[in-house]
T-cell receptor, first 108, second 112 residues
Framework: SQQGEEDPQALSIQEGENATMNCSYKTSINNLQWYRQNSGRGLVHLILIRSNEREKHSGRLRVTLDTSKKSSSLLITASRAADTASYFC????????FGPGTRLSVLP | DADVTQTPRNRITKTGKRIMLECSQTKGHDRMYWYRQDPGLGLRLIYYSFDVKDINKGEISDGYSVSRQAQAKFSLSLESAIPNQTALYFCATGTSGAYEQYFGPGTRLTVT
């Protein structure tokens, strides 16, 4: 069963704008990861944040984690058309629980 | 990712047929996973294996079986395919020392 989900389900923005996606979960976690999936392809790992971390950066990506609210956010700054994809958070432990994802469309 | 390969990439089969999906990896990882993806539902874990002698059921194992033939190979079988098993199937690998998983390109399975 799903332990939470991403929000919004879909997001459409213009190139150059920032995109923010949120992830909520219901049980305690060791870490939380974000993955990207281009249409019909395998998922690609983007970034991992551990339960004792509050913020992490990787290039144009910024992830925050609020364990008291059981939520995380992924910010993509200065978006590009190539960022068009679905983004999933995975709540981990030994195994992962993936949410249904956010479909991001970046319009040129 | 060429390090994790899945065969076949596409398969159409009929209800009641037995079908096997295969996964191979050259990453040297000890952990392997099978997921299915349905539109709007994200990925759901079917089975996982932490080493050759370790097989565990995931969230949705009914109707599926697996075999870990070697560290590098993990196969998923549908003993008697049914239409609601139509989905995109992904194999993934990982290690005991890190959390991230590495996904294959997927197998699109259609059961008619």
């Amino acid at each position: 069963s799903q332990q939470g989900e991403e929000d919004p389900q879909a997001l459409s923005i213009q190139e150059g704008e920032n995109a923010t996606m949120n992830c909520s979960y219901k049980t305690s976690i060791n870490n939380l990861q974000w993955y990207r999936q281009n249409s019909g392809r395998g998922l690609v790992h983007l970034i991992l944040i551990r339960s004792n971390e509050r913020e992490k950066h990787s290039g144009r990506l910024r992830v925050t984690l609020d364990t008291s609210k059981k939520s995380s956010s992924l910010l993509i700054t200065a978006s590009r058309a190539a960022d068009t994809a679905s983004y999933f958070c995975a709540r981990g432990g030994q195994n992962f629980v993936f949410g249904p994802g956010t479909r991001l469309s970046v319009l040129p | 990712d060429a390090d994790v390969t899945q065969t076949p990439r596409n398969r159409i089969t009929k209800t009641g047929k037995r079908i096997m999906l295969e996964c191979s990896q050259t990453k040297g990882h000890d952990r392997m996973y099978w997921y299915r993806q349905d539109p709007g539902l994200g990925l759901r874990l079917i089975y996982y294996s932490f080493d050759v002698k370790d097989i565990n059921k995931g969230e949705i194992s009914d109707g599926y079986s697996v075999s870990r033939q070697a560290q590098a190979k993990f196969s998923l079988s549908l003993e008697s395919a049914i239409p609601n098993q139509t989905a995109l199937y992904f194999c993934a690998t990982g290690t005991s020392g890190a959390y991230e998983q590495y996904f294959g390109p997927g197998t699109r399975l259609t059961v008619t």
